[in-house]
Every structure is written in structure tokens, then in C-alpha cells.
């Protein structure tokens, strides 16, 4: 494309060589120019994005900067760079509230997000495969009702299940959150899922049932070791999904000692004055640092998750 | 591997062991078998975790069931009341604001900044990321704390908008800016449309553009008549899924008005009033009636995307 140029210099008539040697002069000016040009552009582009990254990002180093500020300099303090730093408000955030410490809640997060990354795989991964690969009645209308639950509302279910797990006392416990992710009820994943299989070569399994083997052996042995990527992004999502979920623990425990890391933070917001703006920032801070870390070693899974799939954040 | 030998250990024990193409039909019943095996978590779920709630949600709506009160069979009452009710009408209007007003402002963010970084240049994966993360935050609680003490009387926001002439006071207890303070919590989690949007813009062949610039035209031209029909799919799926998003949101409006919805109802989203109700109050009956009133909404706008779209989007090989 770019030689287009030379090829029409070269069909006008032949010029005179002093002339030549001008166009060449002119075209590698022009050339400069452009580069200077496509350079300035850079340079804009880079710097368009910077500007407003650190926009974005703002809020986030703000929380981890006041984080180790005196509480009384958190409020009306726009600047970044703090004046005086402590660790005071970390000590305070481990304290925990009500007589609960930061360590349990924090493992409670823990026990409810690796809970659901296990029951994610595990079931829609199975259920992935009965709609990705074996042939029976009802199939499409079962992918039809589960494609429809992907954009159910979740409150019009929320009110009998509550209802339901009320009558068999399990309120209070984890089962209610967890009972879905072990049922693939998170039709995300499952659809995630079947779209990773139909890339999976049918000649693979196909083989395998020549050889005899069932759907349980061709599940196990070839699909699932080869679905390691789409699982890798499905525990991320369940991970972090998880790990911030606010509704369900709140409906479902009572006990404080049970409450996950958002139930802590909400506490923190409504029990402490105003004044403590500091434990509330380290608290933050703290419940949100395994989803960044977390994003920061899989950014790669996580964005190309979401640009294949339409994932949520 | 160890696979095939057990396979033809297992093929010994069992008859159908090499069965020939046309021997399909007696093994249907197997394959029937095997697919309700693989399914049955997923149908389990499906009937008790969201088919069966939804029909004993429908009945719900129709009684003033409450956990511990007498209770029964009300007809249509709910939803009658529902429409003398101010507080639900403040949750409507909150509701259908952000919504409205928000979804587009987050698209077109979105799509700005996604034809923003579609190019060559170094960095664009960073970049990618880094405008991605708050959607993976954006909905937490410690993102909701933050929010509120930026926007709370004398937090930057409030020290920055004095600085540009504003009120002092900050946002938050002001029932006029907690809209505009949801709406920028949501637009800052631009992320995720943004990368749906790169990913469509990707799939734009190159060609388009190189003819439009040979027939001279500029680059808004190129937008509304390349850019914008190629991507209508893509824009046609975030529309959907963000106004679907928008109508749920909870943790943040909770948090930041402390599960009260003010000031002045200020925030009091749909589903924040709905949880009030709900599990608050212990009007579960009327809470369902909300929620399946939601439902028929979200169907409602869900329906008229979708009958609309063959007027604006453009699937593959039509844009000729």
C-alpha cells in the first residue's frame, strides 16, 4: 500500500535528473513530516490515555494513599502524597469489629470464594458437556431455558429461596450461598463453557468412543484437561464474583462471626463515626487487595474473558 | 496413555464394543441416559433454584405472606397498592433515571475510549487492563466506601467543586447530586463495555476504510457509515446487557445512604426498596410483587430491543 506512491512517480513522464533529485529531496520531507506527525500522534495518544487513566484510577490510589494517613487529614485532603503516614488504621482494621477479627472474616471471604470456584467447575462444566456434546430429547430446549436465566433478574428468585432455605434451617449457614454454584445455576459459566467445547475438535472425542470409551471417561480424561483455559477464566470470575458479593450473605447470616469480608465493610461504614474514615479506608483497602492482586497476575484471562464472552465485571 | 488401555479393558466387559455407523438407534437410549446424567445438577437447580421460585414468587405476589404474621390469598391487592405507594414511586424514578440517563453516558464512554486505543500502537494491552479493573471493583462495598467519603461533605469532590464555585456541602446528603454521584460511579466502570467494543472494532475489516478514504470521505462520515453499522451488534448486546445491569444495582446505594435510600429517597433503587420491604419489613408477598413487576420490565425492554434491532443493527454480510 504504501509503495502506491512510487509506482505513480514512476509512470509520470521521466523527469529531468535535477528534478528527480528534488522530488526525492520533497518525498523525504514529506516522509519526515509524516513521521513527525505520526510522532505528535503518538505522543497525544499516550498522553490522552495517561490523563485519563490517572483519572480512573484516582479514586483507587486516593483509598490507598488516606489509607495510611491520621484520620483527622483524610477528609479534605485532595492531594495524594500524605503528610504525615501511620499504620494506625491497619491496626484498627485487623482489630476487626465487635469483637471479631479481621483474620475471620477475611477466611470466611476465603471459604465462600474457593467454595464457589470448586462448585463452578465443577457442575457447569458437566452440564456444559451434556449440552456441548451428547445428543438427546430436550436438549435445545434445555439450553433455551438456561440461556433465558442469564438474564433473569436475580430478586425475582432471591424471596422463595429465602423462603425455601428458611424452612429447612439452613439460614445462617453457607449452604444458601453456595448451593447454586454447586448446581451450575451461574448460566455465564455454563454458556462460557459450551462456547469453549464447540471449538474443541469433535475428531478428539470421537476417537475416543471408537475406542470405547463412555461420556464419563471422554468428559474426564479429554474434555476437562483440555477446557483448562475457559476454566481458568471461569475461576476468576467465580473468585472475584464471590468475593464481593453483598446481597446474598446479607440476607442469609446473622451471625458475625460467619460474615464475609463485605459484611465487615458495611459495618465498619454504618457503626463507626464519620470520624474514623481511616479504618474504614484500611478496610477497604485490605478486603479489596486479593482482586487486585488477583487481576493483576490474570489480566490477560480476565480482559480476554470479557472481549470473548461479554463476562461482567 | 492409560486412557485407551482401560478403554479396551472396558470394551472386553461390555457387548457394543466396536459398533459399526449404523448401529446408532440402540444406543439412543444410552446417549438419552448419559445426557440427563451430565444434566441433572444443572436441572436440579433449574427447578429448584429458579423455575420453582419464580412460579412460588408469582403466587407469592398474590398474598401478603409475611414469616411470622397470619397471612393469605390478597389478589391483585399488591400491585394495586404498589402504585399508591410514594416510596415505590420515588424507587421507579431513581431507578429509570440512572438508567436512562446513565447507560448511554457509560456506552458512549465506552466506545469513546475503545476507538481511542484501536490501533497499533505499544501499550494498548496495559491500557486495556487499567481502564478495565474498576468494572471487577466497581460494584464492591470497599468501592462504595471510597465513593461516599469522595463525595461526603468536605471530601475532594466537595473541596474541588468550591475550588470551581460550586455549594459547599458535598454530595451525598444532597437528594439533586446522589443521582450524578451514582451515575459517575457507573460510568467510571466504563471497562467492560469498552472491551466488548474493542473486540467488535477489531472485526471491522480494514478495506472499509481504505475505501471510504478513497472516496474522500472524512472521519465523521467513517463513524456514522462504517464504524457505528459494523459495530451495531456489538453495541445492540452492551445496550441490552447495561440497561439490564442498571436496573440491579444494591450494594453501592446501600452503602452509601446506609441502607436507608436518602436523602429524600434520593437513592432508593428499585432493588434497595424492594430488599426494605422485603427482608426489612418481612412484607415478602410484597416484595415479590415488586420483583415480578421487575421482571416483566426488564422482559418488557429486553422485547423491544430485540423487535427493534433489525431496524438498526447490521449482522454480517447485510452492509453491502
Not at chain 1, 80 to 108: C, H, K, M, Q, Y
Not at chain 1, 279 to 286: E, H, I, P, Y
Not at chain 1, 288 to 304: K, T
Not at chain 2, 2 to 12: F, Y
Request: net charge positive.
Amino acid at each position: 500500500m504504501s509503495n502506491t506512491t512510487p509506482t505513480l512517480t514512476g509512470e509520470t513522464p521521466p523527469p529531468a535528473p535535477p528534478a528527480a533529485e528534488d522530488r526525492s529531496v520533497q518525498a523525504r520531507a514529506a516522509r519526515r513530516k509524516a513521521k513527525v506527525r505520526g510522532g505528535t500522534r503518538t505522543v497525544l495518544f499516550h498522553g490522552v490515555t495517561w490523563a485519563l487513566g490517572i483519572v480512573m484510577l484516582y479514586p483507587g490510589v486516593w483509598m490507598l494513599l488516606s489509607s495510611f494517613r491520621p484520620t483527622n487529614q483524610i477528609i479534605g485532603e485532595v492531594g495524594l502524597i500524605p503528610r504525615e503516614t501511620t499504620l494506625d488504621n491497619f491496626t484498627r482494621a485487623f482489630e476487626g469489629i465487635g469483637g471479631v477479627s479481621f483474620w475471620t472474616f477475611f477466611s470466611n471471604s476465603m471459604i465462600l470464594a474457593v467454595g464457589s470456584v470448586v462448585g463452578v467447575c465443577l457442575s457447569c462444566s458437566v452440564a456444559a458437556y451434556a449440552f456441548a456434546r451428547i445428543e438427546f430429547p430436550g436438549r435445545k430446549l434445555y439450553f433455551g431455558l438456561m440461556i433465558g436465566t442469564l438474564l433473569l433478574p436475580f430478586h425475582v428468585v432471591i424471596i422463595p429461596q429465602f423462603i425455601m432455605f428458611n424452612e429447612l434451617g439452613w439460614t445462617d449457614s453457607y449452604i444458601p450461598l453456595l448451593i447454586g454454584k454447586f448446581l451450575a445455576a451461574e448460566a455465564f459459566f455454563v454458556f462460557l463453557m459450551v462456547q469453549f467445547m464447540r471449538g474443541v475438535p469433535r475428531e478428539l472425542d470421537e476417537s475416543a468412543r471408537i475406542d470405547g470409551a463412555g461420556h464419563g471417561r471422554i468428559y474426564w480424561f479429554i474434555m476437562l484437561p483440555l477446557m483448562r483455559p475457559v476454566l481458568a477464566t471461569a475461576s476468576i470470575f467465580a473468585f472475584i464474583w464471590s468475593w464481593n458479593d453483598f446481597l446474598a450473605p446479607l440476607i442469609y447470616l446473622r451471625s458475625p462471626d460467619k460474615y464475609p469480608l463485605p459484611l465487615m465493610l458495611r459495618q465498619f461504614s454504618d457503626q463507626t463515626s464519620i470520624s474514623d474514615y481511616g479504618a474504614q479506608m484500611a478496610a477497604a483497602v485490605l478486603a479489596l487487595a486479593p482482586v487486585i492482586i488477583f487481576f493483576m497476575l490474570f489480566q490477560r484471562y480476565i480482559v480476554d474473558g470479557v472481549a470473548t464472552s461479554g463476562l461482567k465485571g | 496413555m492409560s486412557l485407551t488401555h482401560e478403554a479396551s479393558r472396558e470394551s472386553a466387559n461390555s457387548t457394543p464394543a466396536r459398533r459399526p455407523r449404523n448401529g446408532r438407534p440402540p444406543r439412543r437410549g444410552a446417549e438419552t441416559r448419559a445426557g440427563y446424567a451430565f444434566l441433572a445438577p444443572w436441572l436440579l437447580g433449574f427447578i429448584t433454584l429458579t423455575a420453582g421460585p419464580m412460579i412460588a414468587s408469582l403466587y407469592l405476589s398474590f398474598t401478603n405472606f409475611h414469616p411470622i404474621r397470619d397471612w393469605g390469598w390478597i389478589g391483585f391487592d399488591n400491585f394495586t397498592r404498589l402504585f399508591d405507594d410514594p416510596r415505590f414511586m420515588d424507587s421507579v424514578q431513581v431507578t429509570s433515571l440512572y438508567a436512562v440517563v446513565g447507560t448511554p453516558i457509560k456506552l458512549a464512554a465506552a466506545l469513546a475510549v475503545a476507538m481511542l486505543l484501536n490501533n497499533r500502537r505499544r501499550g494498548q494491552g496495559t491500557y486495556r487492563s487499567l481502564f478495565y479493573a474498576p468494572s471487577l471493583i466497581g460494584a464492591s462495598v470497599s468501592i462504595a466506601i471510597i465513593w461516599k467519603a469522595m463525595f461526603n461533605d468536605q471530601g475532594i469532590v466537595d473541596e474541588i467543586g468550591q475550588f470551581f464555585g460550586m455549594k459547599p456541602g458535598g454530595w451525598v446528603g444532597n437528594p439533586d447530586m446522589t443521582l450524578p454521584m451514582m451515575i459517575l460511579l457507573a460510568v467510571w466502570q466504563f471497562g467492560a463495555p469498552m472491551v466488548i467494543f474493542l473486540a467488535g472494532l477489531k472485526q471491522i475489516p480494514n478495506e472499509l476504510y481504505e475505501a471510504a478514504d478513497v472516496d474522500g470521505a472524512g472521519p465523521l462520515r467513517k463513524f456514522f457509515r462504517i464504524t457505528l453499522p459494523m459495530l451495531s451488534p456489538v453495541l445492540f448486546f452492551n445496550l441490552v446487557l447495561e440497561t439490564i445491569n442498571s436496573f440491579q444495582v444494591f450494594a453501592s446505594a446501600f452503602i452509601i445512604s446506609g441502607g436507608k435510600g436518602g436523602p429524600a429517597n434520593s437513592t432508593l433503587f428499585y432493588t434497595l426498596y424492594l430488599y426494605q420491604r422485603g427482608f426489612g419489613q418481612g412484607q415478602l408477598g410484597y416484595a415479590a410483587a415488586m420483583a415480578w413487576l421487575l421482571v416483566i420490565v426488564v422482559g418488557i425492554i429486553t422485547l423491544i430491543f430485540f423487535k427493534t434491532s433489525k431496524y438498526w443493527v447490521h449482522y454480517g454480510g447485510e452492509t453491502r
